[in-house]
């Protein structure tokens, strides 16, 4: 396993000295888990493979662009692999959001108050939290990231009126933010 | 302290990567201008970084090291990028737009009183363009056929759905007419991303609509 502050260090490893054993180590984390991500989103195995590789790749040439403050090893690595499979459906002229224009949108003159909750969470905690959602709301959220699916989409598909889709999608955040909060106060 | 926020349900659909070019360029601003709406898509951001990390892995799903290490070579570590460098005269445009607007953007007289300039993104359907619009001038009289989406970057708009400032996201569903006028102060500028021609319902309709429905206006 690795843990986020791990996966950062590594990350930051590349940027300051090329290292390519700290490469390596995350290759062999992040590398698997984008291929799998891709196939239960319905990729092709081929295809996973490829997006991974790409994906990985640029891990290595933007690690200089990560910055550990304004999100996590796995959500940036997430936003690169899932920019890697537009391109790759697109593949007609440029992805609208580059991997390195995200971190360019989140400011950094931001305030503590608007700081995401879930962003500084651990893995480990975010997993359990979203244990904690009903399978009426996860399908809804796994479908949106594995899948791609605009909630409208996800509406046809499953055959359910568009409010209820967009009901859970807040609910589900509503209780991710509330179980964090709750932990705050006590 | 920005009133109008984007749903949730479409932050969602930006942070999974599942919008089209030109909606996710606009949400794209949105997130720049407005903190709630940045914070809501790092939470859904981070829920899909949770997924990533949780994903179950196989042996099935093991990819060679070995091909991604022999390219590292020729692939430098690329320095962070620049700050994107504003256009004089375009301050107000976020970092994401400034590509888009190429090097030297010029603004268009449009019929009926603004000014525009197109936006195009190669593989996007979407009639996209920046208005700006001086105070008092209003959009006219219209009704949508699609979803519409608006985000201001300068200044404001009032319609009957309410006040709309720098930040603010405004989705214009189905049939309700509505006549967006630039707030006093500064002149309105705004982008504006329509999924079908709108329809005008002013007395201009007849002659006007069958141009706006090939583009033309």
């Known amino acids: 396993m690795l843990t986020a502050d791990e996966a950062a260090d590594l990350i930051q490893a590349i940027a300051t000295r090329q290292d390519r054993a700290a490469f390596a180590a995350l290759f062999r984390h992040y590398g698997p888990r984008i291929k799998a991500f891709l196939m239960r989103g319905g990729s092709d195995s081929e295809t996973a493979q490829e997006v991974a590789q790409e994906a990985m790749i640029m891990v290595w040439r933007k690690a200089a662009s990560f910055d550990r403050t304004r999100a996590a090893a796995a959500t940036w690595i997430y936003t690169i692999a899932r920019n890697k499979r537009i391109d790759h459906l697109r593949r007609t002229g440029r992805p609208p959001i580059e991997a390195e224009d995200w971190l360019t949108i989140f400011a950094p003159e931001e305030e503590d108050a608007d700081k995401s909750v879930l962003a500084g969470q651990t893995y480990t905690r975010m997993k359990e939290l979203m244990d904690d959602l009903s399978a009426d709301q996860l399908v809804v959220i796994r479908k949106a990231f594995f899948e791609d699916k605009t909630h409208t989409a996800i509406a046809e598909e499953l055959g359910l009126p568009l ?3 967009k009901s859970r999608i807040r609910l589900a955040l509503g209780r991710l933010r509330d179980a964090l909060e709750r932990e705050k106060d006590e | 302290m920005n009133r109008h926020q984007a749903p949730e349900e479409l932050l969602l659909d930006f942070a999974a990567g599942a919008l089209p070019p030109g909606p996710s360029l606009l949400l794209s601003l949105h997130v720049a201008l407005d903190p709630v709406a940045r914070r809501t898509v790092q939470d859904f951001q981070a829920i899909g970084g949770a997924l990533l990390e949780s994903a179950q892995i196989s042996s099935d799903d093991e990819i060679s090291l070995e091909v991604a290490l022999s390219k590292l070579d ?12 504003p256009i004089p005269g375009f301050e107000w445009a976020p970092a994401t737009l400034v590509p888009y607007l190429g090097r030297t953007p010029r603004w268009r007289k449009a019929l009926g009183g ?3 300039i ?3 993104i190669p593989g996007d359907r979407h009639r996209i363009e920046v208005l700006r619009l001086m105070p008092g001038v209003g959009l006219p009289q219209h009704h949508h056929t ?7 970057m300068q200044g404001g708009f009032t ?3 309410g006040n709309y400032g720098v930040g603010d996201f405004a989705m214009g569903p189905g049939p309700t007419d509505h006549e ?3 707030d006093p102060g500064e002149p309105c500028i705004a982008m504006i991303v329509l999924e079908q021609p709108i329809v005008l ?3 201009w309709a007849p002659l006007l609509n069958p141009l706006l429905r090939r583009g033309w206006l």
Do not use: H, L
Not at chain 2, 146 to 152: A, L, N, Q
């Open chain 2, 146 to 152: 699609g979803s519409e989406y608006t985000i201001v």
């Open chain 2, 159 to 161: 319609d009957v759905t």
């Open chain 2, 114 to 116: 603004f000014e525009n």
């Open chain 2, 180 to 182: 967006p006028i630039a």
């Open chain 2, 118 to 120: 197109p936006i195009r």
């Open chain 2, 201 to 203: 319902t002013n007395r």
């Open chain 1, 163 to 165: 409010g209820t889709v």
């Open chain 2, 74 to 85: 020729e692939i430098p570590v690329e320095s962070p990028p620049a700050t994107v460098q």
